[in-house]
């Protein structure tokens, strides 16, 4: 009886266990895995410690949960995107809340409510689902998607877009990392792939990246002349519209340097 009491309480855990939790485990143990042949490959001949598999395993495992956390917040927005029905909705309240940073420095935080009309005529109110440190005026107007059932409307602005552009920039970086361990831990040539990431970090990453600074630089001296964020210090301002006007001739000399060098290459 203790046996199957046994077993019979192991089933009703392993049953309990969510997809979450399993896809965990999953990555708990394909970073082992990997953590493994990385350290044999690396000192062959030797036998990997565990203070040695532990400590690569948890890079290999941060590696992994980051890209799948990243991979999955932008496939449901490309999806959301592409797939909600979308409203001109109107902003009639906004709420706000204290953010610390890192140096525990304190930033005020703004969420907007939005009502709007669905298709069938039904009206409804409620929070959209991003916050953003400037003020959103009462009666302005957005777009937002939502179907029912969804607890916060999906809104489908600059900063989202913003968010969205710099989570890819990581997913890049961070997925090409975790490509790679996999790829140097099955034994690999790894110089075929190195070209690749050079390809990659030249072409996409970092033209992603000034784009992302220019267009939040850009975005917040916007908002400023705007009004929407008057407790911008005007050094601030001054700071981020040099920096765009810097970002912008770099950015275009960057480009003549790649058509440059595409050119040397053909």
Do not use: H
Not at 91 to 101: A, E, G, L, N, P
Not at 117 to 122: A, H, L, N, R
Not at 257 to 262: D, E, G, P, Q, T
Request: charged letters at 10%.
């Amino acid at each position: 009886m203790g046996v199957y009491g046994n077993l019979e309480s192991m089933l009703i855990i392993l049953l309990r266990i969510t997809g979450y939790g399993w896809t965990a485990i999953a990555f708990v143990v394909l970073s082992v895995l990997v953590a493994v042949k990385i350290l044999k490959r690396s000192n062959p001949g030797r036998k990997p410690g565990c203070i040695g598999i532990g400590y690569v395993s948890l890079i290999v495992f941060c590696l992994l949960s980051f890209s799948s956390m990243l991979a999955g917040a932008l496939g449901g927005f490309v999806v959301n995107a592409f797939t909600l029905p979308r409203y001109k909705a109107k902003v009639v309240s906004v709420s706000s809340y204290v953010s610390k940073d890192s140096k525990n420095r304190n930033t005020i935080m703004y969420r907007s409510t939005v009502a709007f009309t669905t298709e069938d005529g039904t009206p409804v109110e409620m929070e959209t689902d991003i916050s953003s440190s400037g003020r959103p005026e009462i009666g302005e107007t957005v777009t937002v998607g939502y179907k029912p059932g969804m607890s916060a409307a999906g809104e489908f602005s600059g900063t989202k877009y913003l968010l969205m552009s710099g989570a890819a920039v990581m997913l890049l970086v961070i997925g090409y990392f975790s490509i790679a361990g996999i790829i140097y831990a099955m034994g690999w040539q790894m110089a075929t792939y190195f070209n690749f990431g050079m390809i990659i970090l030249l072409y996409f990453i970092l033209p992603l990246a000034m784009l992302f600074m220019l267009g939040g630089m850009g975005y917040a001296v916007v908002q400023y002349f705007m009004g929407l964020r008057p407790d911008m210090p005007v050094w601030a301002v001054v700071v981020c519209t040099f920096f765009c006007l810097v970002l912008s001739a770099g950015m275009m000399g960057y480009v003549r340097l790649l058509a440059a060098r595409r050119g040397r290459t053909r």
